[in-house]
């Protein structure tokens, strides 16, 4: 098994060698107060070397176990694991207390998680922790992991503690929701200018024309962006709406505009079937291009094929069917997936 490399780490195959760095954390009381296992004995401890050692000569490897080095001194300060069990995958690490927040955790989880999907093909990771240990607990949420299970007396306590059990919470992703993370962060990389709102010209097709009713500010401190919001007239009647927001990212888990799209539009029912709203789309176009951005995503919910059909006509093409989080308003309406359409203006 080769030696791997994140930023500041090489995560490698452990040896004999590696005895007293490993022993100097696994055999530590405090160090491996939350772990399954430990403190070690020398004997448990030698026994987890060979153990590692004999799994990494299977074919195919079924048990991902590195020492974890400090690139700047050379030093092993930990270890890490991958454990598969068909297209799933068990993820866990420590850390000598001596090296404790500096982000490692959270560095070599990244590094598994990218490992696991990417390369094993895993369809799902999870990763457990006492719930009395915030420090993993934050490892797995700053990975995109979700809470799925707290299991009430699931581990039994280390001695002094003031109960016979601890509670344990495990955390989850999914490939998609990986993929899905990484897809947003590249959306938000996008180009996109936004030094005031400009001055809209009359958007007009010969056919229907839009008039600004709204120009909303945003908030750069709760990632709120701006947007313009027109009315979709025909022959002086309103018969619908379509809002244009600028930018990428938005809201506090900077992933709303992944969800929500920067535009939305709706028909009177009157009206619909007729076009409109594409023809809306394609006229808010240019205002987007002013701002420098050039490609915008539109959202709808998997049942609404009036709106497939926008998005198709368009020319956008389908990223993904995505399962939404609970935090969105979507999710709270009811709907539970949405389609991630990305059109290229």
């Known amino acids: ?75 092993l300060i ?25 982000g490692y955790g ?5 590094y598994l998680l990218n490992f696991g999907f990417d390369e094993l093909n895993l369809r799902r990771i999870v990763a457990t922790a006492s719930a009395e240990n915030p420090g993993s607990i934050r490892i797995m949420e700053k990975l995109g992991m979700r809470q799925e299970a707290l299991h009430q007396d699931s581990r039994k306590a280390r001695e002094g503690y003031f ?31 936004f030094n005031g709102f400009i001055d809209v010209p009359l958007l007009n097709n010969g056919d ?34 379509i809002g244009l927001r600028i930018g990428y990212g938005g809201g506090h888990y900077n992933s709303n505009l992944y969800y929500g799209g920067q535009i939305g ?21 240019p205002i987007a291009k002013a701002h420098k951005m050039e490609k915008l995503l539109i959202t709808n919910d998997y049942r609404n094929a009036a709106s497939r059909r926008v998005c198709e006509k368009l020319g956008a ?3 993904r069917l995505a399962r939404l989080p609970e935090w969105t308003d979507m999710y709270k309406e009811g709907q539970r997936f949405s389609n991630i359409y990305e059109w290229s203006i």
């Open 1 to 75: 098994m080769k030696p791997r490399e994140t930023e500041r780490l090489i995560l490698r195959p452990f040896k004999e060698d590696d005895f007293e760095a490993v022993h100097s954390y696994a055999g530590n009381a405090d160090n491996t107060y939350h772990m399954l296992f430990g403190p070690n004995s020398e004997e448990e401890t030698r026994v987890f070397i060979s153990y590692t050692m004999g799994e990494i000569s299977n074919n195919p490897i079924s048990v991902y176990d590195f020492a974890v080095i400090l690139k700047e001194t050379g030093n």
């Open 78 to 102: 930990g270890g890490c694991g991958l454990h598969i069990n068909k297209d799933r995958g068990s993820l866990g690490w420590i850390f000598h207390r001596d090296y404790w927040g500096n």
């Open 106 to 110: 959270t560095e070599v989880g990244a």
């Open 163 to 193: 109960r016979e059990y601890y509670d344990e919470c495990q955390y989850a992703i999914l490939r998609d929701e990986w993929e899905i993370q990484k897809e947003i962060a590249h959306y938000n990389t996008l180009p996109c200018e």
């Open 208 to 241: 229907i024309y839009l008039v600004c009713t709204q120009k909303s500010i945003g908030n750069p401190e709760k990632k709120h962006v701006p947007g313009y919001t027109f009315a979709i007239c025909k022959n002086g009647e309103k018969v619908g709406d």
């Open 265 to 285: 539009y709706g028909i009177d029912e009157a009206h619909r079937g007729k076009g409109y709203a594409v023809e809306a789309c394609r006229l808010v176009a």
């Open 317 to 319: 093409k389908l990223v």
